[in-house]
């Protein structure tokens, strides 16, 4: 079972209290664009077996959207940070480089 | 005008805990951002503070709830409901914000008894067990959104939308029947 906590409210709970939202840290690609960068950001998404990084809401709670860093096999939590951040910040590359020393980094 | 009700008008359950509806209750959504002073301002003319994250604070009769960042739920006398959400919302007139009488659009429950705890952990994910005093809960019961705390050492409230208020009193009844205590 995955255990999130919500940097909005401060509450750790199991996921069925939280929405998934898919992968974070999407670069839009609108109207101007190419067709190839258009189709990337619809459809073209990352399926790792480990590191990942996911959009979530704390739907059951205070309603609030969130990022997490979590591992995608084993279900570990690295952080969960807020959502107005472009990138994984500094201290959350961090914390899964000390834990997973080989993961290629983010990108 | 019409008489109002509440969703189950008083229904009581006894079982190893007592499950009631609690009946008119009114509750005021309020929508703002918690750290300015024009809501602190607004609550302290009604003897009210605003609440830390995630606490229920109750002050003479009324409580004002933690719901999320930039949401409160004062709970207060039915009747009194219009006039105080008016009163907010005018001295909230030059904030960002957002006062709502909710009173109908909600039901509440209560939870008496020792095992009471027990009650709502057959039906929440949430930890009940390590649930303080003054700490409100957002969570859900079985499939539907409901908050909860600690009114008194043996009694919990549980507070839900109205148009689900049916489905949550048929869990708390199935909950606190009587032999289906968990320990």
Known sequence: MLTLTCPCCGVTAEETEFAPGGEAHLKRFGPGSSDDDFEGYLFARKNPKGVHFERWRHAYGCGKWFLAARDTNTLEVFATYKAQTSEPPADVIAKIKAKRPDWEGYK | ?183
């Not at chain 2, 609440?51 to 719901?67: F, K």
Request: proline fraction near 3%; charge should be negative; charged fraction near 25%.
């Open chain 2, 1 to 183: 005008m019409s008489d109002a009700v509440s969703a189950l008008q008083g229904e009581t359950h006894e079982g190893f805990a007592t499950v009631a509806e609690t009946g008119l209750v009114g509750m005021i959504t309020i929508r703002c951002d918690l750290g300015s002073k024009g809501l602190a301002k607004a609550l302290k003319a009604e003897g009210l503070p605003v609440p830390d994250a995630r606490r229920i604070e109750t002050v003479e009769g009324r409580s004002i709830a933690w719901m999320s960042p930039d949401e409160l739920l004062l709970i207060c006398a039915h009747d009194e409901a219009p006039a105080l959400t008016e009163r907010l919302s005018t001295a909230l007139s030059g904030e960002h914000a957002l006062v709502v009488n909710v009173s109908d659009a909600r039901a509440m429950f209560t939870i008496r008894g020792e095992k009471a705890d027990q009650v709502v952990m057959k039906l929440s994910p949430a930890d009940i067990a390590t649930l303080p005093t003054g700490e409100i809960r957002r969570s859900r019961t079985a499939q539907v959104a409901a908050a909860f705390w600690r009114s008194d050492s043996d009694t919990i409230s549980l507070v839900s939308f109205r148009s689900v208020a049916g489905y949550v009193m048929g869990l708390l009844e199935v909950s606190a029947r009587e032999g289906s205590e968990l320990f």
